[in-house]
């Protein structure tokens, strides 16, 4: 029967919810809740930045921020909510990345995770694994570096390490590297996690399983992370960072798979790529206009290739490498880059740090910041998109609908679905092999990318995906209505209903995900 009243809930009120702007009985919460004793603050003057996000489409404004000093903190002000009989609920705010509001909660409480610090590694003794326990709010950066001092690394990481550690953990967190050690969600030995009924609870695949699995790339529905458990491997000093131009798609996607099924000794690190959209000023060329995530281009080979291709294709890959194995490196990758199917002429050979190779996109957005590009709106869509389908979909979208780009990257790279639990909430489509494609374009005054525009193109994307039956499934999802995302989680939807009455039984956790409303 709950079972029952939630979905009816679910479908008939989740996407008002957000608009219900008066709640009189709010004013007693705010009253209980700024009696608590806090190790931190809560305030209901500082909560112009978590009204905002990266995309800077959404803006709903909070009633309250807590500024955490203690995991209590957290679990108090989760108590006091739970226990209230109001609409009040509660958005976790890492680094505040999200593109459509989804860590924002309208007259509700956004909580700071910032303010809650700590990262401690482990390197492990005596057979054990080396880990890190980082505190939800935390940076990956900061938490590479941190590891870095005593030799260690994180495996899986996102292309920006500007993000925190709960806010991928929400997702699933992907990069080049997941094709070898699966997403950032793969990669945790144990969560310490608040629930929306405000108990602290530590979770692990042997400890409260299910809990740890439901919060993994769910979304912020079942549980606050104040703790993540990360594991760590030796971490390399160098990095061999290639770059190669394909005119043919097939050969692109043939390469890239055929590059994620290699053995570790004779594979690469990190397998990503790219289209590179000519311009529509001037097509046919193929100018860093379209690549402003990028630091440095296309370069290294002989000019412009000549080919009747609408666009070109960009494979990544790189190789780590400790300094004693620099005389060695050349000889490794020789054999592995002469059997691609690239434009011989067109390939880019960098060496650069480790650290620099991660903090690759922090150097572009220092450069965006400078011209006020890095505020702009981005609406951005994330697909993943089943190896069968990927051709077509290519001949549609890269080469068709936006051949002349998105005013940002479009990135295309295989993932494998059996890097993948299946017990974690995180959806991807049913095939082993499936695209990450991503459409990052940021809007700007012009025409051409206004807004609307981009909407457009990205709403055109979907409308495509769904008139010719690709089985998509959205990353970071965005939909407007709850029967999306029932489509979305197709047959894990009523376990996922299940977590949530189990876990955070009156919605209060996560509203800007817009997927549940908030029970009294
Ligand atoms: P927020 O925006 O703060 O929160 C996101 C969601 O998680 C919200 O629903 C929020 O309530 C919830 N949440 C936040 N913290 C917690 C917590 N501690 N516990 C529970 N729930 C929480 N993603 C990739 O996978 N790969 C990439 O390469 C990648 N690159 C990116 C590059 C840029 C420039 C940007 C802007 C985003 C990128 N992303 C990438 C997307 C990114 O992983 C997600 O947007 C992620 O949610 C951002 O983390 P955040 O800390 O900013 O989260």
């Given at each position: 029967l709950t079972f029952l009243l939630l979905l009816a809930n679910a479908l008939t009120g989740a996407?008002?919810?957000?608009?219900?702007?008066?709640?009189p009985s709010c004013t007693r919460d705010f009253i209980s809740l700024a009696a608590l004793k806090l190790d931190g603050k809560l305030s209901f003057s500082q909560i112009a930045d978590a009204s905002r996000d990266f995309g800077n489409i959404h803006h709903n404004s909070p009633a309250a921020v807590l500024y955490p000093g203690?995991?209590?903190?957290?679990?108090?002000?989760?108590?006091?909510?739970?226990?209230?009989?109001?609409?009040?609920?509660?958005?976790?705010k890492?680094?505040?990345h999200s593109i459509y509001g989804q860590a924002q909660a309208r007259d509700g409480i956004v909580i700071e995770m910032s303010t809650l610090k700590g990262i401690e590694v482990f390197p492990g003794a005596f057979g054990d694994a080396p880990y890190v326990d980082a505190r939800g709010g935390e940076l990956w950066i900061d938490v590479v570096k941190a590891t870095m001092e005593v030799g260690l690394t994180p495996r899986s990481f996102t292309d920006y390490l500007h993000l925190s550690v709960g806010g991928t953990l929400s997702n699933a967190g992907v990069s080049g590297q997941a094709f070898r050690y699966g997403p950032q969600i793969n990669n945790v030995f144990q969560l310490e996690v608040v629930?929306?009924?405000?108990e602290i609870v530590s979770c692990s695949p042997i400890q409260n399983a299910d809990l740890f699995f439901a919060v993994l790339g769910g979304l912020g529905q079942f549980g606050i992370i104040t703790k993540a458990r990360i594991i760590?491997?030796?971490s390399p000093q160098r990095v061999r960072w290639i770059r190669a131009l394909y005119s043919d798609f097939s050969k692109f996607t043939k390469d890239q798979e055929m590059l994620i099924s290699q053995p570790h000794s004779r594979s690469f690190d990190y397998v990503e790529g790219s289209v590179v959209a000519s311009t529509e000023e001037c097509p046919g060329s193929w100018k860093p206009k379209t690549f402003p995530l990028e630091s440095d281009n296309v370069t290294g080979g002989s000019g412009s290739p000549t080919t009747d291709s609408p666009v070109l294709y960009c494979l990544e890959v790189t190789k780590n490498y400790f300094e004693h194995e620099s005389s060695t490196i050349e000889e490794k990758i020789s054999p592995m880059l002469a059997s691609l199917g690239h434009i011989p002429s067109m390939v880019s050979v960098q060496d650069t740090p480790y650290l620099s190779f991660l903090e690759r996109v922090h150097e572009s957005e220092l450069k965006l910041r400078e011209k006020g590009l890095w505020s702009a709106p981005h609406p951005w869509l994330n697909l993943f998109i089943p190896k069968s389908q990927i051709i077509d979909f290519a001949a549609w979208a890269f080469e068709k609908h936006l051949r002349h780009g998105i005013n940002g990257p479009m990135l295309i790279y295989p993932l494998d679905r059996m890097k993948w639990d299946p017990r974690m909430s995180a959806i991807t489509p049913h095939e082993d092999i499936f695209y990450l494609v991503g459409f990052l374009g940021y809007?700007?005054?012009?025409?051409?990318?206004?807004?609307?525009?981009?909407?457009?193109?990205?709403?055109?994307?979907?409308?495509y995906c769904n008139r010719n039956r690709i089985s998509y499934k959205q990353y970071i999802p965005?939909?407007?209505?709850?029967?999306?995302?029932?489509?979305?989680?197709?047959?894990?939807?009523p376990g996922f209903v299940d977590r949530k009455l189990k876990y955070d039984p009156k919605a209060i956790l996560s509203p800007g995900q817009r997927i549940f409303s908030r029970f009294r």
């Open positions: 996407l008002t919810m957000s608009d219900k702007r008066s709640c203690s995991v209590n903190d957290i679990a108090k002000v989760v108590r006091c909510v739970y226990a209230s009989s109001s609409n009040l609920t509660i958005a976790a890492g680094a505040g629930t929306g009924k405000g760590l491997e030796p809007a700007s005054p012009s025409v051409d990318h206004s807004l609307e525009r981009l909407h457009n193109k990205i709403s055109e994307t979907l409308k965005n939909y407007s209505s709850v029967g999306e995302w029932i489509l979305h989680f197709g047959e894990f939807w």
